[in-house]
């Protein structure tokens, strides 16, 4: 990922924006502690949020079919999620479980990471993000069926509103033979480790 240009005008004006806010919540962003301040935000912001710069359906389009015939299920566990939501702009983060049957052709497990990677690297809701996720891969690789579950604990849940600090998501969207076939299903959650 590329360092963002603090030169151009856009970087100057979004710079401009943070001292902006650091003013209306009663800060002066002229003292010491803060004068990188907004240059640091651009630079974060930038790292938050790469996912617009990024074409969540290009990984996908490398495939494999010599995989001797394999077509069961194939689960990548666990994948971190860091992302934000739209309606505060403040994290939310947990583990994406990605599942799906192929149709023939498989793709590098790597790949299946970044295109969780893009989605969650843009301003998002959990289940707008699930979805994004498992239509991705079912309108790419064409499986037999595509699972997708999210589990999250959301930064704005924790500090505002209702504080839940405990309190955690699950999403799921589901395509395919998980959809229409119980023992797909089952397989699927008992891997996952949720019992049936
Ligand atoms: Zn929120």
Not at 62 to 72: A, C, H, K, M, W
Not at 168 to 175: A, P
Request: hydrophobic share 35%.
């Amino acid at each position: 990922m590329q360092e963002p240009d603090l030169t151009t005008p856009d970087s100057k004006k979004a710079m401009d924006n943070v001292r902006s806010l650091l003013s209306f919540i009663g800060e002066d962003p002229t003292r010491e502690g803060l004068l990188d301040t907004p240059a640091r935000v651009v630079k974060a912001m930038h790292e938050h949020f790469w996912g617009y710069g990024a074409d969540p359906y290009e990984p996908l389009q490398r495939t494999f079919s010599e995989v001797e015939g394999y077509d069961e299920l194939v689960l990548l566990k666990d994948i971190e999620i860091h992302s934000h939501c739209e309606h505060h702009m403040v994290p939310f983060v947990g583990k994406a479980h990605v599942a799906y049957i192929p149709n023939g052709r498989v793709v590098g497990l790597s790949k299946l990471v970044r295109v969780v990677d893009i989605f969650s690297k843009r301003l998002q809701v959990q289940e707008k993000l699930t979805a994004q996720i498992a239509n991705a891969i079912n309108e790419t690789l064409r499986p037999h069926g595509v699972a997708v579950i999210i589990q999250a604990r959301h930064f704005c849940m924790c500090y505002r509103g209702v504080r839940q600090s405990g309190a955690t998501t699950t999403t799921s969207k589901l395509h395919g033979s998980f959809l229409t076939n119980p023992a797909s299903r089952m397989e699927l959650f008992t891997l996952i480790g949720q019992g049936g």
